[in-house]
T-cell receptor, first 108, second 119 residues
Framework: GQNIDQPTEMTATEGAIVQINCTYQ??????LFWYQQHAGEAPTFLSY????GLEEKGRFSSFLSRSKGYSYLLLKELQMKDSASYLC?????????FGTGTRLQVFP | DTGVSQDPRHKITKRGQNVTFRCDPI?????LYWYRQTLGQGPEFLTY????????KSRLLSDRFSAERPKGSFSTLEIQRTEQGDSAMYLC?????????????????FGEGSRLTVL
């Protein structure tokens, strides 16, 4: 079966660092994506991991361990505009299977 | 290019009616996906096309749902005999490449969605 787990909600303070975890069990695996979705808007692409290790893009980094079925998204120097839902998604044979998303609220 | 566009943005209908949504992907994008999203949930895969060929349809999708991409450009998603449980945001996404990747060609670009409310 397909199972992608993320925490439902997280809170953090402006300027802080937050780590959003994702564990997955899928029948296929061709890579893992993170998307950001602001309320009422379309999801937008953040990062992609296909090999184990850390990928860094500015304030955002994403880590993957395929043997553990585990990924995390690390957000540094949090800003108020980072308040959004963060969606973990696995490429299962050419389609993305999404988790329920983690709603992050950043407070001043 | 203005990105993926969807029409209508909002649709309110009565139970039992048919509805159709249209998606115009980014031009030259080969792949087109339909997802459904309800409040507090992630997008749920419905179906996808590579050019005009429908390559996969979710097992969870009932026979009331049908999608087409007749000329490999725009796509339509039709829901027949709507039920209240069909109320959701229907998202369309497209990608340029022939496989998903995060290399600038393979990520999905989503439209703003079509919100369906079935009364």
């Amino acid at each position: 079966g397909q199972n992608i787990d993320q925490p439902t909600e997280m809170t953090a303070t402006e300027g802080a660092i937050v780590q959003i975890n994702c564990t997955y069990q899928t029948s296929g695996f061709n890579g893992l994506f993170w998307y950001q979705q602001h309320a009422g808007e379309a999801p937008t692409f953040l990062s992609y991991n296909v090999l184990d290790g850390l990928e860094e893009k500015g304030r955002f980094s994403s880590f993957l361990s395929r043997s553990k079925g585990y990924s995390y998204l690390l957000l540094k120097e949090l800003q108020m505009k980072d308040s959004a839902s963060y969606l973990c998604a696995v490429d299962d044979t050419d389609k993305l299977i999404f988790g329920t998303g983690t709603r992050l609220q950043v407070f001043p | 290019d203005t990105g993926v566009s969807q029409d209508p943005r909002h649709k309110i209908t009565k139970r039992g009616q048919n509805v159709t949504f249209r998606c115009d992907p980014i031009s030259e994008h080969n792949r087109l996906y339909w997802y459904r999203q309800t409040l507090g949930q992630g997008p749920e895969f419905l179906t996808y096309f590579q050019n005009e060929a429908q390559l996969e349809k979710s097992r969870l999708l009932s026979d009331r749902f049908s999608a087409e991409r007749p000329k490999g450009s725009f796509s339509t998603l039709e829901i027949q005999r709507t039920e209240q449980g069909d109320s959701a945001m229907y998202l369309c996404a497209s990608s340029l490449g022939f496989r998903l990747a995060g290399d600038g060609t393979g990520e999905l670009f989503f439209g703003e969605g079509s919100r369906l409310t079935v009364l």
